[in-house]
């Protein structure tokens, strides 16, 4: 390690510690930075560390991904990260390469920051990339340095690669694993990153601690928590905190199906839960689900490992989970039929929105283009339309067909399906949509239009979970709630 000029004499113990508690032990050289895997995390990772003002250099194995970044393009639509990526490519600060070895002996601290998809065939996480990634660092090493995990991985996985390490780097050279996850979310990766909501070390010792905190020097200036931690509780930090949130959303999902069924509105329970500051209105929109690259396969991972390990009540709880988000998707697809008079055979189905939530052109597990996809199989005539993820979503199911703008969408089309909701879809003028469409029937998945203005404007609108504005005027003026 060329950087820490002192260490301290203890160890740290798992604590919250405010900002004015830093350790000593780095000041001196700024440590240079490798990021090990440069896609929505990564780069992302890249440039807030180049913002923070170290020297990094962002690797890839993707030879198409680095050529773009070196270049200043970002290769998929995050707001606010191509200024960064050009800023620091321009500084001279932040720089790309597919030279592993190289930038591993440029840096002091390197962070892994690859994929960890779903293992094919299984709920279990594919660590493969991980410990590829690791074990390139380690066998590279030409100076002491730390490994920084930022990946989601399951618990123990950290264990095990510092063993992976300790057999794979060179002799006399000191190195230490340890993790530091990711909470970032896509369409706000920049700001969660530059100013997350608290910071978790896992397995520091005094030094590997010192020096992150000097990394994260900004953020702890500002107040953000750190958490350290031993390697398992950070690891599980990280599950925990997806699991809860995919829990909250499947919560009011099965609320939705109640709501449907006894007349109420979701949207209006959710709100009035909300206002308890113990429940919080956030992640409580009803709809059709989380999709994305974490979410889904995290609860999944979560469930493997909760299940070598016997902790079965979380197998239970996120099995129930993951049920409840997948019948979301089947309702919609039901819906759709239903509103098509039993079948979607030749019909014209304007599916708005292929990504997994707006503001993002990623779709990993897109419940949007899942729906649309089965309702294709189904002999519907599909367009489908997005601002930004046309591209992304066209390579993943290249037999649907998209449209270039909205009207396109929905000229004649005999049933809308609002299934992302993009700022520019709920806001469009349903005065003209009303004019496009050949029949005004629009399946509102997200619960995100103003139903009272779409049903003045001639739209029927069916929300998933909520009540029609036609049934929100019979039960107020009376009507029977349905059995
Ligand atoms: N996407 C998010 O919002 C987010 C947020 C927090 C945590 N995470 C976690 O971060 C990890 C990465 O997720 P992502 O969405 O950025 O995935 P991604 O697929 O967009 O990026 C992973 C990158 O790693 C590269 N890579 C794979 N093996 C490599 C190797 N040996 N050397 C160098 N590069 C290699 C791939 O080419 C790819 O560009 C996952 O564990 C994920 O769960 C993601
Ligand atoms: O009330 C809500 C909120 C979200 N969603 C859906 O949930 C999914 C996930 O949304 P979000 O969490 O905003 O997106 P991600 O970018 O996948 O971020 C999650 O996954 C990341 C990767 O692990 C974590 O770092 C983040 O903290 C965590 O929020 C999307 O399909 C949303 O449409 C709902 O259905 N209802």
């Not at 160890?11 to 001196?28: R, V």
């Amino acid at each position: 390690m060329t950087t820490a000029k002192k260490t301290p004499a203890s160890t740290p113990q798992a604590s919250i510690t405010p900002q004015d508690e830093t350790p000593e032990g780095t000041k001196g050289l700024k440590p240079v930075i490798s990021v090990i895997g440069t896609g929505y995390l990564g780069a992302t990772h890249a440039a807030a560390m180049a913002e923070m003002g170290f020297d990094t250099i962002g690797v890839d194995i993707d030879p198409s991904k680095i050529e773009a970044l070196e270049a200043g393009r970002v290769p998929f639509f995050e707001p606010g990260l191509p200024e960064l990526i050009v800023k620091h490519v321009g500084t001279g600060r932040l720089r790309f390469t597919s030279d592993l070895a190289d930038a591993v002996a440029t840096a002091d601290v390197h962070f892994i920051c690859v994929g960890t998809p779903q293992r094919r065939g299984s709920h279990a996480a594919n660590l493969s990339y991980v410990e590829a990634a690791t074990k390139a660092v380690a066998e590279s090493l030409s100076h002491d340095g730390i490994i920084v995990g930022k990946s989601t991985v399951p618990v123990g996985t950290a264990a095990r690669l510092r063993k992976l390490v300790a057999d794979s780097k060179p002799e006399g050279i000191e190195t230490q694993v340890v993790w530091n996850p990711e909470f970032l979310r896509e369409a706000h990766a920049v700001d969660d990153t530059l100013r997350p909501d608290r910071i978790v070390f896992g397995g520091t010792d005094a030094k590997s601690e010192a020096v992150l905190r000097e990394i994260y020097a900004a953020p702890i200036a500002t107040g953000t928590p750190v958490i350290s931690c031993d390697l398992a509780t950070a690891e599980l930090v990280k599950v925990s905190a997806n699991a809860f949130l995919a829990t909250k959303i499947s919560f009011i999902n099965a609320i939705s199906e109640l709501c449907e069924v006894a007349g109420a509105d979701v949207r209006v329970l959710a709100d009035a839960l909300g206002y308890d500051d113990r429940i919080g209105r956030k992640f409580l929109n009803a709809g059709l689900g989380f999709g994305g690259g974490c979410l889904p396969k995290d609860i999944r991972a979560l469930m493997s490992r909760a299940n070598e390990l016997g902790a079965s009540r979380v197998v239970g709880l996120m099995q129930e989970v993951d049920e409840i988000n997948m019948q979301q998707r089947q309702r919609v697809i039901d819906q759709a039929i239903d509103a098509c008079g039993g079948s979607v055979l030749n019909r014209k189905l304007a599916i708005l929105g292929a990504a997994f939530k707006p503001d993002t052109d990623d779709v990993r597990d897109s419940p949007a283009l899942n729906v649309a996809a089965a309702l294709h199989l189904r002999g519907a005539q599909v367009l489908v339309v997005d601002p930004e993820a046309s591209q992304t979503a066209q390579r993943s199911f290249p037999t649907l067909s998209f449209a270039d703008s909205l009207d396109e969408a929905v000229t004649d089309a005999d049933v809308v399906l609002l299934l992302t909701e993009w700022p520019v879809f709920v806001n469009a003028d349903p005065t003209h949509l009303a004019e496009l469409a050949a029949n005004p029937v629009v399946l509102d998945a997200r619960n995100a239009l103003d139903s009272e203005v779409w049903s003045s404007a001639g739209w029927e609108v069916r929300p998933l979970g909520g009540r029609t504005v036609a049934r929100q005027r019979r039960v107020l003026e009376g009507a029977a709630l349905p059995a």
